[in-house]
């Protein structure tokens, strides 16, 4: 399995980001996918996932400002980001191999994951 994001960097409040997951090594088409994200300090939160069938789950906190949207002819996974605020500050994360549930109870498989950083 290997997973490799894209697409972080520095943003003002308010502004725009999207990211990317590759993925490979693994049937992508029905793997459950999904992004968490880790602020400096803190524990990991679960942002939002993706299941084979599209169905979606988002962290209450980014409803309305983030959408999970995967492409199973290409094998990958975007996050876009907008309306940023300073919380959404972290190191964010594509994985896989979390379980069917939300949010997920196992940690699955990551990638190497992007920073986010967004300034007031």
């Known amino acids: 399995v290997h997973l490799v994001e894209s697409g972080g960097g520095s943003v003002q409040s308010g502004g725009s980001l999207k990211l990317s997951c590759a993925a490979s090594?693994?049937?992508?088409?029905?793997?459950?996918m999904g992004w968490a994200r880790q602020p400096r300090g803190k524990g990991l939160q679960w942002v939002a996932i993706?299941?084979?069938?599209?169905?979606?789950n988002y962290r209450e906190s980014v409803k309305g400002r983030f959408t999970i949207s995967r492409d199973n002819a290409k094998n990958t996974v975007d996050l876009q980001m907008n309306s940023l605020t300073t919380e959404d500050t972290g190191k964010y994360y594509c994985a896989t191999d979390f379980g069917g549930s939300w949010p997920p109870r196992r940690f699955g498989t990551w990638g190497q994951g992007t920073q986010v950083t967004v300034s007031s």
């Open positions: 090594g693994f049937d992508f088409t029905t793997a459950p």
């Open positions: 993706i299941f084979g069938d599209g169905r979606m």
